[in-house]
């Protein structure tokens, strides 16, 4: 009589078999299946890979595939209902206008004509600027200076020139000092100027005034020739280098048109007496002369050398101030000492009418002749001293 070895796992109880028909089973004893009849295969010792190989398939079919498949098909359906849930508002429309790129103005600020504070602060803005240019437009350059001064190699020449260097160093720009020597440029002199910090311009006099009273009169003339040749414009002033003067004296020149004039504070020769030589103005319109009884009956116009300035045009433009004729306007060598003054000064104007008195009504002295200069003090060569070992006192 057959019969059925059934396996004693006890995880799995194989069915029944029908009609001696067998099914799958698993047992410990590595027995692939088993039918109904009672032939068994006969176990090996040794497993083959193909045997492994059926026996997890056979596993995997029997239990795991189908609680697998259940779990993947649950998580399926929970994240597709996740996915497709309305949770909030999502606009899917694309328009073109979201690929525009952004604006970078400024907002547009409204600004209304009818507001008060906009329309003083615009106002008061335009009226500064106005009033800005009103004034520059009004402001004139300053006429340009121009100061002729004749010098000469002596003792108080240094300090002479060094003394009148340092107050044009003070006198408000344009202005340019022409400083005129004899026959040569030396070189102390030279050397004085550029140390002044001055515009100058260094000229020489070829002509030889040792038969000139005035030796100054050759010089002046070479300046007077310079300035028509490089039609310099300005107002041109002798300003002798041992005269004294202020500062209110060449900002007051700025102001003459053609011909200006003041008073002068003289020391005379003898230096025991000091006497006033110039215009008596009424405002600015002169009316009389200060002098002495001694020249007051030889000399046209009463001033000094140093009491007068001029505008350069009438030397190389005579035309512009009606002159028939442009003879050259010199001073004379040929007139008698003092009289180079008047003598130059009728060449310029006719008379007082054509005359501007400065520094207010001429009630000022702001210039000062004193004759400090001696023929008796030896001119030391370069201002240097060639012997300054000599002891002459000792110090105990």
Known sequence: M?????????????????????????????KPFHTGNTKHFPSSSTSTPS?????????IYRRGWRRSFCRCLLFFLIGLLFGIAPFGHMDTEIQAEDFA????RPPDVDLQLEDPIVSYVALGVNTRLEEQKEVAD???????LIVVTPTYNRAFQAYFLNRLGQVLRLVKPPLVWIVVEEKTVSLETAEILRKTGVMYRHVVSPHNSSNVKDRGVHQRNAALEHIERHKLDGIVFFADDDNAYTLELFESLRTISRFGTWPVAMLEQSKNKAILEGPVCNASQVIGWHTNEKSKRLRRFHVDMSGFAFNSTILWDPKRWGYPFSNPIRQL????????ETTFI???????SQMEGIAPGCSRIVNWHLHLDTGNLVYPKGWQLQKNLEVTLPIK
């Open 2 to 30: 057959a019969s059925i070895r059934r396996t004693l796992f006890p995880a799995f109880h194989s069915r029944s078999s029908q009609n001696g028909a067998g099914g799958f089973s698993s047992s410990p004893s590595n």
């Open 51 to 59: 045997t492994l190989l059926f026996t997890a398939f056979n596993l």
């Open 101 to 104: 790129p952004p604006d970078l």
């Open 138 to 144: 009004s402001i004139e350059p300053l006429k340009q």
């Open 333 to 340: 060598d040929t007139v008698k000492e003092g009289l180079q």
């Open 346 to 352: 009728a060449q310029v104007v006719e008379d007082e």
